[in-house]
């Protein structure tokens, strides 16, 4: 049996730097699971393909510039943020962007209705109220699968640092959580 040997991320962007576009298929299928569990974190479900897919509309159309002063995944990541954050900037203009209402479900599959759905719905609430570094490391660490080393790594910190921010960060959405749950 026979193993294709992995291509580094910067072998690609060389090549489709250079024209080979089919590069950036190999780019995209390594990536799109990743990107597009970040996005379901924080985008309601109906529209987390939409934003998934301008991501990697902007990725093509950036790729030219890529310098390689950080890694393909931090620079896509920075990326990503940017296009959640540009989705919710649009969706502003004509209603709270934080807020996930339970009419989304008309829009989704009947496969995912149910209680699944409303806890999804208070998650994506309570983590896009947490401060920033919190939603980071949560989303480093659940949508993407990273290791705590990985993560360190990724944000020039130390291991315990990344481990304690973690812990906080799990805490404080705990709280979050109870807080809309709580009667009022």
Known sequence: MFSRAIVSDEHLIQRIQQGDLESFNSLYERYQPRVRNRVRYVVPEADVEDVTQD?????LKSLRT?????????????????????YYRKRNRKRDPREAPLREAEFL??????????????LRKA????????????????????????????????????KSAFRRAIAALRKAMDEQHAPH
């Open 55 to 59: 991501v990697f509309i902007a990725a």
């Open 66 to 86: 890529f310098r390689g002063e950080s890694l393909f995944s931090t620079w896509l990541r920075t990326l990503t943020n940017y296009k959640v954050a540009e």
């Open 127 to 162: 983590l896009t109220a947490l401060p920033e570094k919190y939603q980071e490391v949560i989303l480093m660490r659940f949508a993407e699968g990273m290791q705590f080393d990985e993560i360190a790594q990724t944000t020039n910190s130390n291991l315990e640092a990344v």
């Open 109 to 122: 599959p009947e496969e995912s209705y149910g209680p699944t759905m409303e806890d999804r719905i208070a």
